[in-house]
């Protein structure tokens, strides 16, 4: 007989089912991380993994947005009170782009191309959701220079997340000063 969850329920399992599949996938990558093994993992069936994703592939993009979810909540917390100051905002920079949170990390190139020739094209670049974002990120800001471009800002965001794709081919040693610099040229780009 099918589980039945209330929208509690499903939210929790749902969350759940996101949190183990991050997991899984740090360890074994996307291909090595079934459906079956989330599910077991997790407490369902593998069919009822599918009322919550119809595919693996949209799995990962659930995955990816709810962990931008996560990042958005905490700048929103880091915001509550008012607008971040140029320190404030590095300091959240640093936290975001240290923490693990980014499930790219974990693919492989070939894992990548998988998802790019499966995924719709607005799941790997939206204009408007990244000028929306960009553009709310910037106006909780205070002492921006005047004509920061948010393309220019977004573009640098994306920079950081694709050198952490590719960490394995930076010298590691110098991995988290060189994601240090790149901050403060976001920082110093964006702040008088």
Known sequence: MPQIFDK???DRVRIQLLETGFE???????????VSEIAKKTGIATGT??????SKEEFIYQLVVYKRQSVKAAFEELTAEGKADREKFRQYLC????????VFQYLSDEEIDILRSRWK????????????????????LSGLKPNVNWKVFANFTKSISLIRHGK???????????????????IDYLFE
């Open 24 to 34: 899984l996938i740090k360890q074994y990558g996307m291909k090595k991380t079934s």
């Open 95 to 102: 936290r975001i782009y240290f923490e693990d949170n980014d």
């Open 49 to 54: 993994f599918y009322n919550f994703f119809p």
């Open 121 to 140: 094209e607005e799941y790997w670049k939206n204009e408007q959701n990244d000028e929306q974002t960009s553009k709310w990120i910037l106006g909780c």
């Open 8 to 10: 509690m329920g499903r």
């Open 168 to 186: 394995e081919k930076l010298y590691g040693e110098e991995y988290e000063a060189t994601i240090e610099i790149l901050i403060d040229a976001i």
